[in-house]
């Protein structure tokens, strides 16, 4: 069982930036592709972006493109999620998930997530 823990939440304004971190349990973290997605109150959770084991291929929505980076160090189990020029709609829950993959980014199958951690971007 793999045990996933959000953190760096918080509360911005707009054009702001903040950095969320993810730290999994287990030695078999390279061995996992990682993901980050958000859902707001009455919405269904969506994809932001994912990572490879290794970090050799990402994978972004259009949504986050060009503003957000996913990244990871696997010798300290964690995976990242650098977001910039926030925006009011990117205010969400953030989840952190895991899933047992080699060289893919998956953009939906996930098999262990974190709880969440509450981002709000204000105008």
């Known amino acids: 069982q793999v045990q996933l823990v959000e953190s760096g939440g918080g509360l911005v304004q707009a054009g702001d930036s903040l950095r969320l971190a993810c730290t999994a349990s287990?030695?078999?973290?390279?061995?996992?592709?990682m993901g980050w997605f958000r859902q707001s109150p009455g919405k269904e959770r969506e994809f932001g972006a994912g990572?490879?084991?290794?970090?050799?291929?990402?994978y972004y929505a259009d949504s986050v493109k060009g503003r957000f980076t996913i990244s990871r160090d696997n010798a300290k189990n964690t995976v990242y999620l650098q977001m910039n020029s926030l925006k009011p709609e990117d205010t969400a829950v953030y989840y952190c998930?895991?899933?047992?993959?080699?060289?893919?980014?998956?953009?939906?199958?996930?098999?262990?997530w974190g709880q969440g951690t509450q981002v709000t971007v204000s105008s």
């Open positions: 287990g030695r078999t973290f390279g061995s996992y592709a």
């Open positions: 998930a895991a899933e047992k993959a080699l060289n893919s980014v998956p953009r939906a199958r996930y098999s262990y």
């Open positions: 990572i490879s084991h290794s970090g050799g291929m990402t």
